[in-house]
């Protein structure tokens, strides 16, 4: 290894090597225990440590330094209020304190992806993760296992480098638009092929939700398209190619077929149809109107549901199948930390779309498909997992967020990088 490089590495671009490997770690690769993405978040909070310390003047007059923290604030003050009559108040200040290390890292992350080259370099490494993960599940898909061994599901669910979890078409939908941004700088048709791939890849894995996220990045992509006589071709092929892999996949297509046995409008129909999420929404609502200003506790869920759930016919009552969490993220956020949690959700919301409405053209257009991303996930219909569950999803949306206030500020490349140049 050549040392004297590492030495002149400058804290741009480890930030930046830092935030794609948030992407790169997700996958286990068959591994017991992959490396989580908590760890090169972790390492961006003490870079963002060490900036306040040496550059607190520079760093805190940024606007999107300050709009970092004022969103981390609506998040954090409910979170707070949450821990004292908290179901599980070791859970929750673990929360607080997580919340307090991601906010650094966040300052890391707008501070070092400032430039415009620098999110093109992180754009086109994150289409080549993904790249990969499309390949990798391809294999997986033809021949039963994947580059690293990894088998199908017993229901012919394909997982990818993902062993044991259902996370690749969540993440595929997530990051999907940063990886079109970067394909369409080569040509419109180059992105329609990946975003196909892309989608039939995410579709395979048989989770609902992501037919709803994949709907949202087409009609992104759609908008963005240059020619409209190729638009409408686009859109009915990867509709179509969506609609053969529901049909390659038996748990898939069991699901869907649900909506075709809907016979009236009651409760219990839409909880069939829904795979038992209206039971689980319907005891979160018990946990808010119970305690509407703290709620049960950030990230209490699990261990509050048996005192509010109240159908004698739940299956999650008692344990018997276990419910981690709340499957949606403003009915999470509402039942665990109250009507302060949720509104401070809803206010950051409204300001990110104030924020970027207020940009210029040319910055909206860097930060499109940050705020993509970000809408895939919180669009209020999607079961999403919530933002306070595992340590997999955050780092990804702090990282899109960041991302996004980064790119709305504006700047030149920095010198002090080098990685390539805007269009290399």
Same mark, same amino acid.
């Given at each position: ?8 590495l ?15 770690? #997700?996958?286990?690769f068959? %591994?017991? +225990? ?5 760890l ?5 909070a ?11 003047t520079?760093?805190?007059?940024a606007?999107?330094t300050?709009? %970092? ?5 609506? @998040? ?12 599980? #108040? ?7 304190m997580?919340?307090v290390?991601?906010?650094?890292? =966040? ?5 070092v ?11 086109k490494? &994150? ?13 997986q ?5 994947d580059?690293f ?7 012919l ?6 062993k ?8 595929i939908? @997530? ?14 048709f180059p992105a329609? $092929?990946f ?9 395979? =894995? ?6 709803v996220?994949?709907?949202i990045?087409?009609? =992104? ?7 409209w006589?190729?638009? &409408?071709?686009?859109?009915? $092929?990867a509709?179509?190619i ?5 049909? %390659?996949?038996?748990a #898939?297509?069991?699901?869907m ?11 219990e ?10 039971t689980?929404w319907?005891?979160a609502? +018990?946990? @808010? ?5 703290t ?12 005192? +509010? ?15 981690? +969490? ?5 009915f999470?956020m ?8 949720? &509104? ?31 809408i ?10 919530p ?17 996004? %206030?980064?790119?709305?500020d504006?700047?030149?490349?920095t010198?002090?990088?080098n990685?390539?140049?805007?269009? =290399?």
């Amino acid at each position: 290894m050549n040392w004297q490089i590492v030495k002149n590495l400058t804290h741009v671009q480890i930030g930046a090597f830092l935030a794609l490997l948030i992407v790169a770690v #997700m996958p286990n690769f068959g %591994l017991k +225990h992959g490396v989580s993405p908590a760890l090169p978040a972790a390492l961006l909070a003490l870079l963002g440590g060490w900036l306040v310390w040496k550059q607190r003047t520079a760093v805190f007059a940024a606007p999107s330094t300050r709009r %970092l923290t004022i969103v981390f604030a609506l @998040l954090l003050v409910p979170v707070l209020m949450s821990i004292p009559a908290s179901y599980d #108040m070791r859970y929750s200040f673990n929360v607080a304190m997580a919340l307090v290390a991601y906010y650094f890292a =966040g300052l890391a992350l707008v501070r070092v992806l400032r430039g415009d080259a620098e999110r093109v370099w992180l754009a086109k490494w &994150i289409l080549f993760v993904l790249s990969f993960w499309i390949v990798d599940s391809l294999v997986q898909y033809i021949f039963g296992a994947d580059l690293f061994g990894i088998s199908r599901t017993a229901d012919l669910r394909v997982l990818g480098p993902f062993k044991d979890s259902l996370r690749q078409p969540t993440l595929i939908a @997530l990051l999907l638009p940063v990886a079109l941004w970067a394909m369409m700088r080569k040509g419109a048709f180059p992105a329609f $092929l990946f975003f196909t791939a892309a989608g039939f890849i995410a579709t395979l =894995g048989s989770v609902r939700m992501v037919l709803v996220m994949l709907a949202i990045v087409a009609v =992104g992509f759609y908008l963005k398209l240059p020619r409209w006589r190729f638009k &409408i071709p686009a859109v009915l $092929l990867a509709g179509a190619i969506v609609l053969v892999a529901i049909g %390659l996949t038996p748990a #898939m297509k069991e699901r869907m077929n649900r909506f075709s046995e809907i016979r009236d409008i009651k409760f219990e129909t839409l909880d069939y149809v829904l795979s038992t999420r209206a039971t689980i929404w319907e005891t979160a609502s +018990h946990m @808010l109107l119970a305690r509407p200003l703290t709620g049960v506790g950030a990230g209490a869920f699990a261990k509050a549901y048996d005192d +509010h759930a109240t159908r004698p016919n739940d299956i999650y009552r008692g344990g018997g199948v276990k419910v981690y +969490h709340a499957h949606q993220v403003y009915f999470a956020m509402a039942a665990e930390t109250g009507w302060p949690g949720l &509104i401070g959700l809803l206010v950051a919301i409204g300001l990110c779309v104030k924020w970027y409405r207020a940009a210029s053209p040319e910055r909206r257009d860097q930060a499109w498909p940050y705020a993509l991303g970000l809408i895939v996930y919180f669009f209020p219909l999607n079961t999403q997992p919530p933002l306070y569950h595992g340590n997999w999803l955050f780092p990804v949306i702090l990282l899109l967020f960041a991302t996004l %206030l980064a790119a709305l500020d504006g700047e030149p490349s920095t010198k002090d990088t080098n990685v390539p140049e805007r269009g =290399g």
